[in-house]
């Protein structure tokens, strides 16, 4: 029997998550805070819930895909929650990206009522969000994620179970730390070569397919290069997952020196109104010290 | 008519490099400090120079690839070194990987005696070397690029003319910038991640193919957690080359604070007598300050 699926947040990424689910055959309950998210759904023939707690009460598997931790718990535990009207047997599949910590907390929770939960945060952008080729980290009991694997196909592509309740959001927080830190890498080379007087393009021919390559110097770089700031992936964001990996690490123990030190670079031009710039954007905050910008 | 090749410096790179010179059918003469390195290749029949000064005498395009930039400057300048014979017209061809301040004295120097230089460090490690796959960055004048194109040919395999003299140095050290702070992000991700009690094999897994991706992550992360500090790169020369970076960021005037710290964090390492491990090793440093290790 097709499960009923639930979907709560039509933002950027839940839009084409919940167009795919739709396209797959799901019968689908949406709920957005902005109802007005919804009108290309409601033209599909889904139906909208008022609240959260309608979708829960009418649906097998929830997806929720929002902001933070904040927007979690609300949209879990708030009024007219999830929680309120969830059905014992309930899998709530958590596509946001949130703190490891509240997510096993959340998860503990919802075993009160006989529900179950999987971490699974997403990359991929909104462009992978629309075309279903998002990239899954799934944290959870293997039971729930073969369950929801169905779901998972029909919005991304590389689905991998990373570990027990948290670990999927571990493992994005630790994506977000290699984004980040090969994109300080790209800032730190390109202003060392445009103040050496060399052509940053041909250098970054020289140097791209070798051991100094990554995705973001391949993708990223040429947008510095341009100064060409349109987000993959906004720095408003960035920041809120570099929180959340502050936190993490605090609460583990453990040192990560050099995203601290670009948390704060990010911070900065946050505060400077540029929050809407892409991620590749911190090499404005080097430029600031600088005194001298990439190709200006 | 094929111009005769001087080879000063057959270290583990040189080697390498100056059998694929043979093989392209080079007239070849060497030296190196310790004589013994030339045995292999004076069993192939190459004459051997008792003084980098005799292979000036014999040479039309003089290839140098010793360590560091006093070591080239000696091989130049000191007794008996090339300059003293070098005859008008010739061309060294600098492969070491020094400083690119000094490059462009010492290129500048050779002009008194009607020779040019060109900077060209490589990468690809000793694999590469043998092989002849060499990334090779080159700094100079068009026509000497062109002249020396057949010799680069036979040596590597990506030959990119990024501009002016010192311009070779300047992308070399680029790429070094690059594959430290790469390594650095992979050296935070693997603590976080096991501090979070993911399995490592699964979060790298779900990470590299997308946004997180790098040559770092995807080969020397795995050697990281299997605890294989065997060198592709060691952190004496990691080391030697970050020396550089900062020396010519300090000249530029540019800022680059990670790498900064990357040039500590490995300086420390070293001290502890690690400089043979891997570049890689740079993990050792945080696993040091966190007061665990990955795997162990």
Redo the contacts between chains.
């Keep these: 029997m097709t499960e009923r699926i639930g979907f709560v947040g039509l933002g950027i990424m839940g839009q084409g998550m919940a167009h795919n689910l739709l396209k797959a055959g799901f019968p689908l309950i949406v709920w957005n805070r902005t109802a007005s998210k919804a009108e290309s759904l409601i033209k599909a023939g889904v139906q909208v819930a008022e609240t959260p707690a309608q979708v829960a009460a009418q649906s097998d598997i929830i997806v929720v895909c929002v902001s933070d931790t904040p927007d979690v718990e609300a949209v879990l535990f708030g009024d007219n929650g999830l929680y309120e009207t969830l059905r014992s047997g309930s899998l709530v599949i958590d596509c946001s990206t949130i703190s490891?910590v509240a997510t096993k907390e959340f998860a503990h929770k919802l075993t009160e009522k006989q529900a179950t939960m999987l971490d699974a945060p997403i990359?991929?952008g909104s462009e992978g969000a629309a075309n279903g080729t998002l990239?899954i980290?799934v944290?959870g009991a293997s039971a729930d994620v073969e369950r929801a694997m169905p779901v998972f196909e029909a919005m991304g592509k590389?689905i991998?179970?990373?570990?027990?309740c948290?670990?999927g959001q571990?493992?994005k927080?630790?994506?977000?730390?290699?984004?980040?830190?090969?994109m300080?890498?790209?800032a730190?080379?390109l202003?060392?070569?445009q103040?050496?007087?060399?052509?940053l393009e041909?250098?970054l021919?020289?140097?791209e397919?070798?051991?100094?390559?990554?995705?973001?110097?391949s993708?990223r770089a040429p947008q510095v290069v341009d100064r060409d700031w349109r987000p993959?992936?906004t720095i408003d964001l960035q920041q809120k997952d570099l929180r959340l990996?502050l936190e993490?690490?605090d609460k583990?123990?453990?040192?990560?020196?050099?995203?601290s030190?670009?948390f704060q670079l990010y911070r900065t031009l946050q505060k400077q109104g540029l929050g809407g710039d892409g991620n590749h954007a911190l090499v404005k905050a080097?430029e600031h010290?600088?005194g001298f910008a990439i190709n200006e």
């Design positions: 490891p990359s991929g990239s980290m944290g590389t991998t179970h990373v570990g027990d948290g670990a571990t493992v927080l630790v994506n977000q730390i290699l984004v980040v830190n090969n300080l890498g790209v730190e080379a202003l060392f070569a103040a050496g007087g060399v052509n041909k250098a021919q020289a140097v397919a070798g051991a100094a390559g990554s995705w973001m110097l993708n993959g992936f990996v993490a690490a583990f123990g453990t040192p990560i020196p050099s995203t030190l670009i080097l010290v600088a």
